[in-house]
């Protein structure tokens, strides 16, 4: 995988990955009937946030919309902060970095829509899947290939991991 050079200060400077929950690391789909929400989440994409929190990098996810669907996934998969709230994300991720010492440029941020684009102008690497709006995509350093909840997040990961030194060594500990 070739990073481009422009990018390489940027993901090296990465101690925070914060994304948006739906269109990212969903589809944008949400199943209801009988009082009951589920969605869809990429296995790779948690995958992925599991070996950026091994790597000595916290994650988080910034919603909008509380979901129970969502709090279970972020359980399951130990994030490190959940924010669901209709809060600007803004306010609250700038309460987060307060709170834990992170400045924006140590952020990755990764959202799709109009309720992102303020985390995507601040953050020091922003990133949007590959089906998010224009006006994200106007403000990203990287487009993802794939779209929301079909690995877009795995794909920054990767970027994050290999430009930190942290892919070859994971490589090595699952291939033994």
């Known amino acids: 995988m070739n990073i481009p050079p422009d990018l390489l200060p940027r993901l090296r400077a990465v101690k925070l990955f914060l994304c948006d929950v739906d269109g990212v690391l969903t589809d944008s789909s949400v199943y209801m009937g009988g009082g009951t929400e589920s ?14 929190q091994q790597s000595g990098i916290r994650v988080g996810w910034v919603s909008a919309r509380p979901s129970p669907a969502t709090t279970q996934r972020a359980e399951d998969l130990k994030v490190d902060f959940l924010h669901q ?5 803004v306010d609250a991720i700038a309460d987060l970095l307060a709170k834990n010492g992170f400045t924006w440029a140590e952020v990755s941020y990764m959202g799709d829509d109009l309720v992102d684009l303020g985390a995507l102008k601040r953050a020091g690497f922003a990133a949007v899947p590959s089906d998010a709006i224009a006006e994200a995509k106007a403000l990203a350093h990287h487009v ?8 877009a997040v795995r794909e920054v990961v990767d970027l994050v991991l290999r430009a930190q030194g942290h892919w070859e060594p994971l490589v090595a500990k699952f291939a033994s």
């Open 39 to 52: 969605k869809r989440f990429d296995i790779r994409d948690g995958l992925g946030l599991r070996l950026l």
């Open 85 to 89: 709230s209709p809060v600007p994300k």
């Open 144 to 151: 993802t290939l794939a779209a929301g909840g079909h690995g």
